[in-house]
């Protein structure tokens, strides 16, 4: 048991921070329930946190003592393992693009998988399913546009492309009318209202 320990937490040490452990990745080393009874161990001694129902994380050790991984690592590992979209919520994309000085206070992401919560040590990290539409450019800031406008809402979306024109460069808007069809009629309507305006896009 105490081999298997061993090389479970050099799996985790071998992984980038914030790398999402389970179960079903560490079969090589041993059988399911050894698997698991060593996992349990490992929490109990500290050596990793559970974030969840079956997923651990290593905890990171700084100068300043252990922390939790951060939450943006772990939700690139967890995109990356389970094959889901996973992007900022659209209050976090709002504030990162000027549209609000409102700072969220949670880890909030929208992701194509199920809506759960997951424990980074003190803080909780919030996964809300969200429709395809809203996922769509993961990384990029039209992707970004999308999910601040949703937030936002219709009363005051018009405002907020307007104020993205001054911000963005045509490309990134361009990118966002291209995409029209698959968004709700009311947000299509306010960047096509930009489009007809001429404004940026229609140049650039």
């Given at each position: 048991?105490?081999?298997?320990?061993?090389?479970?937490?050099?799996?985790?040490?071998?992984?980038?921070?914030?790398?999402?452990?389970?179960?079903?990745?560490?079969?090589?080393?041993?059988?399911?329930?050894a698997v698991d009874q060593v996992l349990s161990r490992l929490v109990q001694r500290g050596a990793l946190l559970r974030a969840g129902r079956g997923i651990y994380?290593?905890?990171?050790?700084?100068?300043f003592g252990i922390r939790a991984p951060s939450a943006v690592k772990m939700v690139e590992g967890l995109a990356n393992q389970r094959g889901e979209t996973i992007v900022?919520?659209?209050?976090?994309?709002?504030?990162?693009?000027?549209?609000?000085?409102?700072?969220?206070?949670?880890?909030v992401y929208l992701t194509s998988g199920p809506s759960r919560r997951l424990k980074l040590g003190a803080?909780?990290?919030?996964?809300?399913?969200?429709?395809?539409?809203?996922?769509?450019?993961?990384?990029?800031?039209?992707?970004?546009?999308?999910?601040?406008?949703a937030w936002l809402g219709p009363?005051?979306?018009?405002?907020?492309?307007?104020?993205?024109?001054?911000?963005?460069?045509p490309s990134e808007l361009k990118e966002v009318a291209s995409v029209r069809s698959r968004l709700p009629t009311w947000m299509a309507q306010e960047i096509s209202a930009?489009?007809?305006?001429?404004?940026?896009?229609?140049?650039g």
């Open positions: 048991m105490q081999t298997l320990a061993k090389q479970v937490l050099e799996h985790a040490t071998g992984a980038p921070e914030g790398t999402p452990l389970v179960a079903k990745e560490l079969l090589h080393l041993g059988s399911r329930a994380v290593l905890p990171v050790e700084s100068r900022s919520h659209g209050a976090a994309a709002a504030n990162a693009l000027g549209l609000t000085t409102q700072v969220p206070m949670r880890a803080q909780t990290v919030e996964f809300r399913h969200a429709p395809i539409w809203q996922l769509i450019f993961p990384g990029r800031a039209a992707g970004e546009v999308v999910r601040a406008l009363e005051k979306a018009g405002a907020a492309i307007q104020k993205l024109r001054t911000k963005l460069p930009l489009v007809a305006a001429g404004g940026c896009l229609t140049h």
